[in-house]
């Protein structure tokens, strides 16, 4: 995304805070589509997940400055990301499936 999206943008004339949103938003519609096209199921919780980085990244920058420590933003990345997130995700998703599987019989 930084090769083929991030850095064209930039080169284009686009602000880095755009190019940044526009990289993220190609990078949900493709995640959206790899879970959406094998489950039948297009619920939209991966692509707001990928979106949601975008705020994240910039709180997580606030954090760092206000607080002058580099690992707030290992520390976030693992509770918003690996703890909260994806699970979350895996887990609406799967409901949504079960819902529509149990629906239909």
């Known amino acids: 995304?930084?090769?083929?999206?991030?850095?064209?943008?930039?080169?284009?004339?686009?602000?880095?805070?755009?190019?940044?949103v526009i990289s993220f938003f190609i990078s949900a519609v493709f995640h959206e589509l790899c879970i959406a096209v094998p489950c039948r199921l297009f619920k939209f919780w991966a692509f707001l997940g990928i979106m949601f980085q975008v705020?994240?990244?910039?709180?997580?920058?606030f954090l760092q400055n206000k607080l002058k420590n580099s690992n707030v933003g290992n520390m976030t990345f693992w509770f918003f990301f690996c703890i909260l997130g994806q699970p979350m995700c895996v887990l609406?998703?799967?409901?949504?499936?079960?819902?529509r599987n149990g629906s239909a019989s």
């Open 92 to 99: 609406l998703y799967y409901h949504d499936v079960m819902n």
């Open 1 to 20: 995304m930084v090769r083929h999206i991030y850095f064209p943008c930039l080169r284009n004339g686009i602000p880095k805070g755009g190019a940044m």
């Open 55 to 61: 705020p994240l990244v910039i709180f997580t920058n």
